[in-house]
């Protein structure tokens, strides 16, 4: 039971443009959400996050949207670099006051861009 | 200011042996979290605790799988019996000790591979 899906297995955007990574979740008590970026051979390295309490979070070039009636979420670059090629993995959270929580990943997406 | 810590990075066990994964959470953060990624897979829950006490262990396996984070130490998740379907990269996560869901710090992994 996927509860975190990434559709697009793969990605690939020309440098200087915008690159959107989707992500679909089903788990309704899921209020926080965050995206990170992996390298090969490296563990994966936190990029942006957004609670459900948002519809739009930004940090300099990257962009998370949050439409939670459709239960959807984007992260968009830009622009993008040679240096954003990597594998992004969404992955949300049921927020217990209190207490930290287990995250819930996608399968992730491998962007690359290209010259 | 040293990230998560954990070694070795590669393991190679005989089927039958036993693996033993370390982490050593960054400064100032009590949560362990350890998720796996299979081949072609997202990362995977599998335990989460904090010092001395395993607080949801829903995604491990009911056999074979351990895990602690002891007083003083490094947190250890241990494999008996290592079988073929075992072979995986072993990620480590920490977070500060908090009463809200904060960003996840991931080591660089222990890729194990079973023989």
């Known amino acids: 039971d996927q509860q975190v899906k990434q559709n697009s297995p793969s990605l690939s955007v020309q440098e200087g443009r915008i690159s959107i990574l989707n992500c679909d979740y089903t788990n309704s008590m899921f209020d926080y959400f965050l995206w990170y970026k992996k390298y090969p051979a490296e563990g994966p390295t936190f990029l942006i996050s957004i609670s459900s309490i948002k519809d739009k979070n930004e940090d300099g070039r990257f962009t998370v949207f949050l439409n939670k009636s459709a239960k959807h979420l984007s992260l968009h670059i830009v622009p993008s670099q040679p240096g954003d090629s990597a594998v992004y993995f969404c992955a949300a959270s049921a927020q217990r006051t209190g207490t930290a929580s287990k995250l819930t990943f996608g399968t992730g997406t491998r962007l690359q861009v290209t010259l | ?115």
Request: net charge positive; glycine share 8%; hydrophobic share 30%.
């Open chain 2, 1 to 115: 200011n040293a990230g998560v810590m954990q070694n070795p990075r590669h393991l190679v066990r005989r089927r039958g042996q036993e693996a033993r994964l370390r982490c050593s959470p960054m400064k100032g953060h009590s949560h362990v979290y350890w998720y796996r990624q299979l081949p072609e897979e997202g990362l995977k829950f599998m335990v989460y605790l904090q010092k001395e006490n395993i607080i949801d262990e829903s995604g491990m396996p009911k056999e074979r799988f351990s895990a602690e984070f002891p007083k003083e130490g490094p947190s250890i998740l241990r494999i008996q019996q290592v079988v073929r379907g075992d072979s995986a990269a072993y990620f480590c996560a920490s977070s500060p000790n908090s009463d809200y869901i904060e960003e996840q710090y991931f080591g660089p992994g222990t890729r194990l591979t079973v023989t």
